[in-house]
Structures are given as structure tokens and as C-alpha cells.
């Protein structure tokens, strides 16, 4: 009965609710809430779950639109290509790791061979390099790598992400 409205609106989220009670958030700017107990606590739950669920898909699509993720592989390829300078061996391999890690998040360092199509003494010379530029990172020695974005490369890869706008003000015109 609770999850009625919600389950109707977003069939796909099963979720727990747990943490509803040590929300600091009134319940009653959700709906009519008189006892605590009942139909209209119940409704009210409803209503907060929607309103949290719909702000959440607002905030998703919002971000969506500004890291632009479809575009991001041939950006990656195009940043490789034009303006990686500090890469002159490797740039090629390296770009295929970064594709590859932007497509599944993770990989093992034993996939680098079987990526780039090097032997082994190679594929680790490949793996130093791209964590000594920054564009993987690991959490220890010989775990499994993941995408990273230096600073000098978000701007490229990331365009929307870091827009320079004018920030007015009544306090930044004399600044």
C-alpha cells in the first residue's frame, strides 16, 4: 500500500526505506500527515518518495547532459591523436587502455596485452607510463586499473563541464 504511487511511477527502483526515519526533512511539506500512523502517513511517504525519486532523475539527466558520456570515446580519441605531445611512444596503446577503461570502468592489468596486442614487458612499460601521465590510476601495485583525467585534460574531454562564465554580482563589479 505504501509503495503503491511510487511503484506505479518508477517500476524499476526496488529500494529500502530504512533511512526515512532519520530524515531531518518534515514529512508534512509532502502531504497530510495528522498522527504519524495511518493512510495519510502513508500517503505522505508516497508523495516524499516520488518528489526524492524525480529530483533524483532530474539530477541524472542534468549531468547526463553535461559530461556528454556518448561523445566521450571520440573525444578521448581525439585528444590521442592532436594534442597528447607527451606521449611520442605508446600513444596509440594508451589511447586503446583509456577507451577500453571508459567502456568498462575496470580492467585487470593482464587485459593490457590482450588490448594493445604487446608482449608482456611492453604492456607494463604501456601500464607505467599511462599512471606516471595520469590517465589510469590503481589502488595498490598489481590491482586492476581504472579511468582517470588529469587536469590538463578534463577541459578537452569533459567541454561542458567547465565552462569560464562571467559571475556577476553586486560585489564582483569593482573586483
Not at 590517465?135 to 563541464?161: C, D, H, M, N, Q
Request: with cysteine; charged share 25%.
Amino acid at each position: 500500500r505504501i509503495f503503491s504511487s511510487v511503484v506505479c511511477r518508477f517500476p524499476f527502483i526496488v529500494c529500502s526505506l530504512s533511512w526515512l526515519p532519520r530524515l531531518s526533512i518534515p514529512l508534512a511539506q509532502f502531504g497530510e500527515v495528522r498522527s504519524g500512523r495511518g493512510d495519510l502517513s502513508d500517503a505522505a511517504l508516497a508523495d516524499f518518495c516520488v518528489f526524492f525519486l524525480e529530483t533524483l532523475l532530474d539530477q541524472i539527466r542534468f549531468m547526463s547532459g553535461l559530461l556528454e558520456l556518448p561523445a566521450l570515446r571520440k573525444r578521448v580519441e581525439r585528444y590521442f591523436q592532436y594534442e597528447a605531445d607527451e606521449l611520442q611512444r605508446h600513444r596509440e596503446p594508451i589511447m586503446r587502455v583509456v577507451r577500453t577503461l571508459i567502456d568498462e570502468g575496470e580492467i585487470p592489468r593482464t587485459r593490457v596485452q590482450e588490448i594493445t596486442g604487446k608482449a608482456g614487458t611492453v604492456a607494463a612499460e604501456i601500464i607505467k607510463r599511462g599512471l606516471a601521465e595520469g590517465y589510469f590510476e590503481t589502488s595498490s601495485p598489481k590491482g586492476p586499473l581504472y579511468p582517470a583525467f588529469p587536469i590538463r585534460v578534463r577541459e578537452v574531454l569533459f567541454p561542458r563541464l567547465f565552462l569560464d562564465l562571467p559571475v556577476d554580482g553586486p560585489d564582483r563589479e569593482n573586483v
